[in-house]
């Protein structure tokens, strides 16, 4: 998952996902930390440079379109991506 805002974190302690490594944030404040009910880990974007990602959906909905081009441009990630777009799930 990229994004800990208020938005993803509520929907991921709601629906207790399972098969979730961690969530991805840029902000600095959200890093190395513990999401509230759900525990997941939070890291840097620099965490897809150093795990084998396959997949990854982008849950930040103000941010999606820039999230998007970071990790196409800036990480090169080639794997599968998804948004959270409007309550559905789309691919990029």
């Known amino acids: 998952i990229w994004g800990a805002s208020t938005h993803s974190i509520t929907l991921l302690s709601l629906i207790q996902p399972e098969g979730i490594d961690f969530i991805i944030d840029s902000s600095e404040y959200k890093q190395n930390r513990y999401t509230p009910i759900s525990n997941i880990p939070v890291y ?3 965490k897809i440079l150093d795990t084998n990602i396959d997949l990854i959906i982008v ?3 103000r941010y999606t379109k820039e999230i998007i081009e970071q ?3 800036d990480y090169l990630f080639r ?3 998804f948004a ?3 309550n559905d ?3 990029c």
């Open 84 to 86: 959270l777009v409007n």
């Open 71 to 73: 990790i196409r441009n």
């Open 44 to 46: 840097s974007p620099s």
């Open 89 to 91: 799930i789309t691919e």
């Open 59 to 61: 849950m930040a909905p």
């Open 79 to 81: 794997g599968k991506l």
